[in-house]
Structures are given as C-alpha cells and as structure tokens.
C-alpha cells in the first residue's frame, strides 16, 4: 500500500508559479513510476506529467511542455511538479499518481495506476 499526499495548491493570478509536492509513505517509493494528472470541472481527468522510478525519463502533455516540470527525490519519498508561466486554463484539481513501475506503457491512461492521493486545488485568474 502507497499512501500519498499532494501539497502545494491555491490561487495565482496569469503568468505566475506553483509547485505542488506530493509526498509518499508506505511501500519502496523507488518501485514506482509516478504521474501527475488533473481534472477541471465538468471535465475527464487528464495527464499531466509522468516520471519513471529513477527519475531518468519524464513526458508530459503538450498543453503543458516547456511551462511544467516534474522531478523526484526517491530519499525524501516525494515527487513535484513545478509549474510556470500559469495560464487560466490550469485551473483544475491536481492528482499525484503511483504505479508500479514493472507495469509498463502506463504513463498517460489514468486507470492503470495503482494509487492516488487525494488532490489539490489549483486556481489562476485571468
């Protein structure tokens, strides 16, 4: 079992920073690949940012590139998500996510991950 917790949200206005934090308890965090995923309003959840066990290989959504970066610190159990250049359409919850990292061609379908926290509130104004 993986517990995990994400941090991090709020408001910003247009143009502005956050970093979420998503930290992880439980079982090895190291055998697990991780991802980012959000869900606005009336809206399906979708991938974010993915990265792999050792932090070798990361993707992300093409909505996101070049703004968002995900990073990893399997000693401190926790993954992040640095996110720039924040546009109104960021709004959403965001979602950490755990899968197993035997588990492979997971990255951006949502439904084969293994666990997820519990969200965290994002907000930009235009």
């Known amino acids: 079992q993986v517990q995990l917790v994400e941090s991090g949200g709020g408001t910003v206005q247009a143009g502005g920073s956050l970093r979420l934090s998503c930290a992880a308890s439980?079982?090895?965090?190291?055998?697990?690949?991780m991802g980012w995923f959000r869900q606005a309003p009336g809206k399906e959840r979708e991938f974010v940012s993915f990265i792999t066990w050792s932090g070798s290989s990361t993707s992300y959504a093409d909505s996101v590139k070049g703004r968002f970066t995900i990073s990893r610190d399997n000693a401190k159990n926790m993954v992040t998500l640095q996110m720039n250049s924040l546009k109104p359409e960021d709004t959403a919850v965001y979602y950490c996510?755990?899968?197993?990292?035997?588990?492979?061609?997971?990255?951006?379908?949502?439904?084969?991950?293994?666990?997820w926290g519990q969200g965290t509130q994002v907000t930009v104004s235009s």
């Open positions: 439980g079982r090895t965090f190291s055998s697990y690949n």
């Open positions: 996510a755990a899968v197993v990292r035997t588990k492979v061609g997971v990255q951006r379908t949502s439904t084969l991950y293994d666990y």
